[in-house]
């Protein structure tokens, strides 16, 4: 379904714990990217990666970390220093070739909870 | 960076009737502007985009407006049914630019309700 897969679904977390969140997608997208939705907020990038073994700090970065081994995968690791996780986190991915990329493709998100 | 204002924040319209959402974005630079729609518990979904060398682009009953100069663009979604109830982001990025990428910065979302 979308060809990009996120799991957990749903995610708890206690106090002080580190979790991550997986994303895999099989488009042969070369960029990736995270945001985190809060309600009345929109979606705020996390971080995004344009290339394997490179990655960027978007907006809200700290607290967070990620890597990009791989082409296919960009987990997100959830790290004790976020002082606020609960939220949802969709995973998406493009085209970043030329100047006419794909728009997104979605993940259908992890709700990461502090228990 | 890049800020993208939207409003309104919720929409109600009745069946039938035509909805319009807008946006503002501050970076001249930007040039390529998709919007989502976002059912309740599923993930944004593309519907329309439109780049900055035109001024508007429709699909069936969608339709988007950009005013480059006033950095603002519009989605109209004209004969409203009930299942075009969703959440709708605006977005805007930077197309062909290395070292961004095509990163999007959204707008803080509409929640549209078509009442019958």
């Known amino acids: 379904d979308g060809g990009i897969t996120q799991s957990p679904k749903y995610l708890f977390r206690k106090e002080g714990q580190n979790v991550t969140l997986s994303c895999e997608q099989n488009?042969?997208?070369?960029?990736m990217y995270w945001y985190r939705q809060d309600p009345g907020q929109g979606l705020r990038l996390i971080y995004y990666?344009?290339?394997?073994?490179?990655?960027q700090k978007g907006d809200i970065a700290e607290g967070y970390s990620v890597s990009r081994e791989k082409k296919e995968s960009f987990p997100l690791t959830v790290t004790s220093a976020q002082k606020n996780p609960t939220a949802f986190y969709l995973c998406?991915?493009?085209?970043?070739?030329?100047?006419?990329?794909?728009?997104?493709?979605f993940g259908s998100g992890t709700r990461l909870t502090v228990v | 960076g890049e800020n993208v204002e939207q409003h309104p924040s919720t929409l109600s319209v009745q069946e039938g009737d035509s909805a319009v959402i807008k946006c503002t974005y501050s970076?001249?630079?930007?040039?390529?502007f998709p919007w989502y729609k976002q059912e309740l518990g599923k993930r944004p979904q593309l519907i329309i985009d439109?780049?900055?060398?035109?001024g508007e682009k429709k699909d069936q009953r969608i339709a988007v407006t950009l005013n480059k100069t006033a950095k603002h663009f519009s989605l109209h979604i004209t004969e409203t049914q009930p299942e075009d109830s969703a959440v709708y982001f605006c977005?805007?990025?930077?197309?062909?630019?290395?070292?961004?990428?095509?990163?999007?910065?959204f707008g803080t979302g509409t929640q549209l309700k078509v009442e019958l």
């Open positions: 977005a805007a990025s930077m197309e062909g630019v290395t070292g961004g990428g095509n990163k999007l910065t």
């Open positions: 439109i780049r900055s060398n035109v």
């Open positions: 488009l042969n997208h070369d960029a």
């Open positions: 990666s344009q290339i394997v073994n490179d990655f």
């Open positions: 998406a991915s493009s085209n970043d070739r030329g100047n006419h990329p794909i728009g997104y493709t």
């Open positions: 970076d001249s630079a930007s040039n390529y």
